[in-house]
């Protein structure tokens, strides 16, 4: 009876996120779970890369590694920590840790042309990172990623707030704006998370 009535909830949670309507348009709930029992549903939704019309699913494509899911813009006085995650991703990537941007305009400094967001990123920061389209990452119309890490953590007060997300979806570490990527408490937190 147990099992029946959490196979009943799943299914209806599933038709619940299929069927309501999606704030950013970027962003789709996946169509079936994937590494089912290890990946939170909150990360499994396809997100459409920057500047592509490939997308990214975090529990597929990054099962079973911790993030770095970094809210970033490319008008901003902080935009030059690109220059830091990238550092980071260069450092930690061969020890299984992902960095992921989502650019957002909730705090009006991200380019309204997304080939704009791309060249700050790619061309003029070199960021080989796994970053994403645009997107809503504040408020009521938050993408599902930010949603819940607002619901674990606190939602993102400006742009380039940092969270260190293990496999199974439990934020360990947040960092504001001011936390640079070189910071040492950012490295020992994400030292912490790899082991």
Avoid at 5 to 14: D, R
Avoid at 43 to 71: E, Q, T, Y
Wanted: aromatic share 10%; net charge positive; charged share 15%.
């Amino acid at each position: 009876m147990k099992l029946a009535l959490t196979v009943a909830g799943t299914v209806a949670a599933l038709l619940f996120m299929a069927t309501a309507p999606q704030a950013a348009p970027a962003v789709t709930p996946a169509a079936a779970p994937a590494a089912a029992g290890t990946c939170p549903a909150f990360l499994n939704h396809d997100f459409r890369k920057l500047r592509s019309s490939g997308s990214v699913n975090i529990c597929k494509d990054f099962a079973g590694k911790p993030l770095l899911i970094v809210n970033t813009a490319s008008h901003c006085g902080y935009t030059p920590q690109f220059k830091g995650l990238q550092a980071l991703h260069e450092k930690y990537k061969d020890k299984g840790l992902v960095v992921v941007g989502f650019p957002s305009d909730d705090f009006q400094q991200e380019a309204k042309d997304e080939a704009e967001t791309a060249e700050v990123c790619f061309l003029n920061y070199g960021v080989t990172f796994t970053m994403l389209s645009p997107t809503v990452v504040t408020g009521r119309n938050a993408n599902p990623v930010f949603a819940e890490l607002a619901r674990q953590q606190r939602q993102p007060g400006w742009n380039f707030n940092k969270y260190l997300v293990t496999p199974e979806g439990k934020v360990t570490a947040y960092f504001d704006s001011n936390a640079t990527p070189e910071s040492a408490q950012l490295n020992q937190a994400i030292g912490a998370l790899l082991r």
